[in-house]
């Protein structure tokens, strides 16, 4: 009975979208699916509305209320137009800059989107072709814009897309403007409340001109250009993964004066179907796969790859065996952050205003190299708008020098209010070339780092549930570990939980003390006498529940990281024993 209500309700939903307010190709598509006796495709495309939540929208593409098309594109457009005219309606000339990545629809999402801004009285600066994400971060910074939209699903398969929203700052949009916004999107009821009709003299078309300018100043966040005259040969191989890492990354690494860039010419192709891979992940080891098979050929130095909106890096380098191994996202930060400081303080560029910034989940080594070197470093929510927050709160009074988190993202300027792979690829070319000239290699950099700072080794474990019963089962596994925390994990005595939906931290003794966010957040830490870290949270864009585990070890020695890597392995399958997945 329960089912027949539900296709009844997306049956009359549906009915809806086959009146002309809809074009001939979308009532084809919902024809077909009322057609059909299987009623799957309806239900999922129609028994919910695509929500635009905090970070924009994310979701398949295909006709119907829970799926990207011009329609749930446009009523986003048409909702961020309104708040925009409210929030900014004494001023003269409201402007935005809109960009896409290489995904399927997505220059058709851009210059829809584009058309319903200017219908709506708004300048747009629309990029003459997909470019990076943080590009657009820079550009409405450079174009003193209001807003700008970037159309991407990130790194999620090939059957998605997406819509970003960002702020005049340059980053993603927070409190109090992510909930007026949602708000006014929400009211856009129907299709006749969109505006499609745009107004051709508002729309500017911009490329080469920010392009050049977003490099110049990528290339001055170089720390020791005269160490990259000196390892100018560097072979480093790189992979955009059919994305739009293509148009930047060659040409920065160029600029910043590496002579022996190797692209992997298979996937330097542009295309939404990501042809060569199965996912356009670069935390995935097969992403990386034609890169590293490149980088044997070449006996490069250094391989490294971008997600297909270029905001996240990917990397691998050789171990001390001379094989090839992947370095992961907490890694990847650490050894960042770890260069910055160190050397900024050899350089004598320090003075003394310095902070970085991670997030909650990332590994807690990076707090140990900020605390021996005096450096102040600030804990965040996860997602990088978060991030950009505290740059902007400190704007002025104190100098960002770089932050990042476990999901592959990295920032190391402050010109631009989004994880940069763009610079993080330029900056890594740099780690490599420093490495190089010391007769050693990124894996030797590393080794180094866990034996001053000690061993840490981190896994996360994403529990995939997904649909409605998926949903309703991932908000049990929360309240459960709300009502019975973990008494132990691995053998070691759970000391301190921090609970960020009600911002209290309860030690093992009891006491209550208060956790000083901007806001709450879904998200359970669980810290042992070990030194063990688990942090628990639902995502925001996929039907997962995701398990950050951090342990922590000891190495003497570059030689001892194989007995430090088992033994953490053998706690880390402890752990989820205790946590029951």
Not at 451 to 460: A, D, I, L, M, Q
Request: net charge negative.
């Amino acid at each position: 009975m329960e089912n027949e209500e539900l296709i009844k309700q997306c049956t009359e939903k549906a009915l809806k979208w086959l009146t002309p307010a809809y074009d001939a190709d979308t009532q084809a598509e919902v024809k077909r699916m009322l057609d059909n006796p299987d009623k799957t495709a309806l239900i999922d495309a129609f028994y919910t509305n695509l929500e635009f939540g905090t970070g924009g929208l994310r979701g398949i593409m295909g006709a119907g209320t829970n799926r990207m098309n011009i329609y749930t594109v446009g009523a986003a457009t048409q909702g961020l137009a309104n708040y925009l005219n409210k929030c900014f309606a004494g001023k003269k000339d409201i402007s935005v800059v809109v960009g896409h990545d290489c995904r399927n629809n997505s220059r058709l999402f851009a210059e829809i989107s584009a058309n319903i801004f200017s219908a709506n009285g708004i300048k747009v600066y629309l990029f003459d072709d997909m470019r990076p994400t943080p590009e657009m971060s820079f550009a409405i910074r450079t174009l003193k814009c209001q807003s700008g939209i970037i159309i991407t699903a990130s790194h999620n398969p090939k059957e998605y897309n997406g819509y970003k929203a960002y702020w005049d700052d340059g980053a993603q949009v927070l409190a109090p403007h992510d909930k007026g916004i949602i708000d006014e999107v929400n009211n856009v009821s129907s299709v006749d409340k969109i505006k499609f009709e745009g107004n051709k003299d508002l729309i500017q078309i911009i490329g080469k001109e920010i392009d050049d300018e977003y490099l110049r100043m990528v290339h001055t966040i170089s720390i020791d250009p005269e160490v990259i005259k000196r390892q100018k040969d560097l072979k480093i191989v790189y992979t955009p993964i059919h994305g739009t890492g293509m148009m930047l990354i060659p040409q920065s690494l160029k600029l910043w004066g590496f002579e022996n860039v190797h692209c992997v010419p298979e996937q330097m192709v542009k295309s939404g179907d990501f042809p060569t891979v199965v996912s356009p992940n670069p935390e995935n080891a097969e992403a990386l796969s034609m890169a590293i098979n490149l980088a044997k050929q070449l006996d490069a130095d250094i391989v490294m790859a971008s997600d297909p909106d270029a905001d996240r890096v990917g990397m691998a380098c050789k171990d001390n065996k001379g094989e090839w191994v992947l370095i992961n996202g907490n890694q990847t930060c650490l050894i960042f952050l770890y260069y910055i400081i160190k050397n900024r303080i050899a350089m004598g560029k320090m003075k003394g205003n310095e902070f970085i910034v991670k997030t909650i989940v990332t590994t807690e080594l990076i707090k140990a190299v900020a605390e021996k070197n005096h450096i102040e470093m600030y804990d965040c929510y996860t997602g990088f708008k978060w991030i950009a927050r505290q740059i902007r709160l400190n704007e002025g009074k104190k100098q960002y020098i770089g932050g990042g988190e476990e999901s592959y993202g990295f920032l190391a300027e402050d010109f631009v209010r989004d994880k940069d792979a763009v610079s993080a690829c330029s900056l890594l070319a740099e780690i490599c070339a420093w490495a190089k000239d010391q007769g050693k290699t990124l894996y030797d950099i590393l080794m180094e780092i866990y034996v001053e700072y000690g061993f840490s080794k981190e896994v996360t474990v994403n529990v995939v549930k997904p649909g409605k019963t998926g949903a309703d089962e991932i908000k049990a596994m929360m309240e459960g570990f709300r009502a019975n925390p973990p008494k132990e994990l691995g053998g070691s005595k759970v000391v301190l939980v921090k609970d960020y939906k009600t911002l209290k931290a309860t030690d093992a003794e009891g006491n209550v003390s208060a956790i000083d966010m901007p806001e709450t957040s879904n998200v359970l830490q669980f810290f042992t006498a070990d030194g063990t870290k688990v942090s628990v949270r639902p995502s925001g864009t996929e039907p997962k529940i995701k398990f950050y585990m951090e342990v922590k070890g000891k190495m003497g020695c570059p030689k001892c990281y194989a007995g430090a890597t088992a033994e953490a392995t053998e706690k880390i399958e402890a752990i989820k024993k205790s946590l029951g997945i």
